[in-house]
């Protein structure tokens, strides 16, 4: 398998606020995104770079992989056999059925991993009917932020397996999305 680094995607970084790379996987039309935010990065300088980002690739098949690190008003605890915390995550636009996503705690680093496993690429069908443009601008951002902070994240992270709680997380992120989409 041959992948090409994706320059434009490396020069969106900006030291100490937002890391990225990428490459494009030609033989599967596949392009794959790594982007850190560090935790004391700016969150709008973070959002406004993801943005570009996505502008850039939306017409091809993606897989973003982010460690975003935001303060979700969760009690911090360290990772232990008995505790675990999931601060990574995975988006992309590929159809549910094409893939199998799953969490693992392999205690090489100081949370949990996600892994996505790519069995075959499939093409949206034309017959989508709600399409969501994301507007990135200062009344936006305070609005997602807003609905971040007021969120009740003990009641969406209840769960004590990882992989239920990462995905009833990233249920609730796509509701908010979609709620400031236009």
């Not at 494009?24 to 790594?34: F, G, K, S």
């Not at 690739?57 to 979700?72: A, H």
């Amino acid at each position: 398998m041959e992948a090409e680094e994706i320059e434009f995607i490396r020069e969106l970084s900006f030291e100490d606020q937002v890391e990225m790379s990428a490459v494009n996987v030609q033989d599967h039309y596949l392009v794959i995104v790594c982007i850190y935010r560090p935790p004391k990065g700016n969150v709008d300088c973070y959002v406004a770079q993801v943005d570009a980002a996505l502008n850039r690739i939306s017409n091809t098949f993606w897989w973003l992989e982010t460690s975003m690190q935001i303060s979700l008003k969760i009690p911090k605890k360290k990772v232990t056999k008995t505790s675990s915390t999931c601060v990574d995550n995975i988006f992309t636009n590929l159809i549910p059925e094409s893939y199998q996503a799953s969490t693992n705690n392999s205690h090489i680093a100081g949370h949990r991993a996600q892994f996505m496993k790519i069995e075959k690429l499939i093409k949206p069908t034309d017959n989508i009917t709600d399409k969501y443009v994301r507007m990135i601008n200062d009344p936006n951002t305070h609005l997602f932020k807003e609905k971040l902070r007021m969120s009740d994240w003990l009641q969406i992270t209840q769960y004590e397996d990882a992989e239920q709680c990462f995905m009833n997380s990233m249920k609730f992120f796509i509701l908010i999305l979609k709620a400031g989409s236009l």
